[in-house]
């Protein structure tokens, strides 16, 4: 153990309020549910997370965040029942046309998200919460994960403080602070005795470069902001590194973590 107890839960919520990354709201998820649905409805990240998984057929699934059917979709084909939440409507409406689609009825979804209350919900064996891991408070969100699921936990959260490759941050002169990295989250179910296992998953990453006008768009949306200074070195950046060298923005990495529900005596 640390010689002195080190509050990891407090330090992620005072390094989380001081980060330029906010988490955005259900209005702005509402508003990209449509532009973001095919391109996260199937992806070869879909296909590595759930191969990382221990799934019964008999599996109750708790999808937290899920979007337009990520993840809930496949899980609904391989486990009894996907219980789907998102505190964004419109993405639950691109998971039931998804769901309609691929002719799944095995998918009950509810308009809540991690600041709701969850006592109504069924019996749950596993949580899962792909990518959605933008909270105030890590310790509580990981641990209502924990309470819920009987058997294990499965999330994925960004590798690295800046969604925006920082060559990029960099060039454009943006002063931001870095988000809280994933080494928060083995660290604080430690505290409670769950020994998290962690792997990684690479994907493209967020930031659209096919054209200028995507590419400050895309740089926009993760910042949250650009000054008019900023949005033109970002032209500039695409216009001598992406058009001209093909230097496109680095891919991220998701840390993968999971867990059992059932702490271990240490």
Not at 211 to 240: C, D, I
Not at 256 to 261: A, D, E, N, P
Request: charged fraction near 30%; hydrophobic fraction near 40%; proline fraction near 5%.
């Amino acid at each position: 153990m640390f010689l002195e107890p080190i509050d990891f839960a407090q330090m992620y919520v005072n390094h989380k309020k001081s980060t330029i990354f906010k988490g955005k709201d259900h209005n702005e998820w509402d508003k990209k549910s449509k532009e973001l649905a095919p391109s996260m409805q199937k992806s070869a990240y879909v296909d590595e997370f759930i191969s990382k998984m221990e799934i019964d057929p008999n599996d109750v699934i708790l999808d937290i965040g899920c979007g337009p059917g990520t993840l809930a979709i496949p899980l609904a084909k391989k486990a009894k029942h996907v219980i789907a939440i998102d505190f964004s409507k419109s993405m639950l409406e691109e998971l039931e046309k998804y769901a309609k689609k691929e002719g799944i009825e095995n998918i009950s979804t509810y308009h809540i998200g991690w600041d709701d209350d969850w006592s109504f919900l069924p019996d749950i064996d596993i949580a899962v919460a792909s990518r959605s891991m933008e909270v105030s408070d890590m310790q509580s969100a990981l641990f209502k994960m924990s309470y819920i699921a009987k058997k294990a936990c499965y999330l994925t959260y960004k590798v690295g403080g800046s969604y925006v490759d920082m060559d990029i941050v960099n060039y454009i002169q943006k002063p931001i602070v870095q988000k809280p990295d994933y080494w928060y989250i083995p660290l604080i179910l430690y505290t409670k005795q769950y020994l998290a296992k962690i792997d990684y998953i690479a994907t493209k990453g967020s930031i659209k470069s096919y054209t200028k006008e995507s590419f400050v768009e895309s740089l926009r949306w993760s910042f949250g902001s650009l000054t008019e200074a900023e949005e033109e070195k970002a032209k500039e950046y695409y216009e001598h590194f992406i058009a001209k060298e093909q230097k496109h923005p680095k891919p991220f990495s998701w840390a993968f973590i999971s867990w059992k529900t059932t702490p271990l005596e240490l």
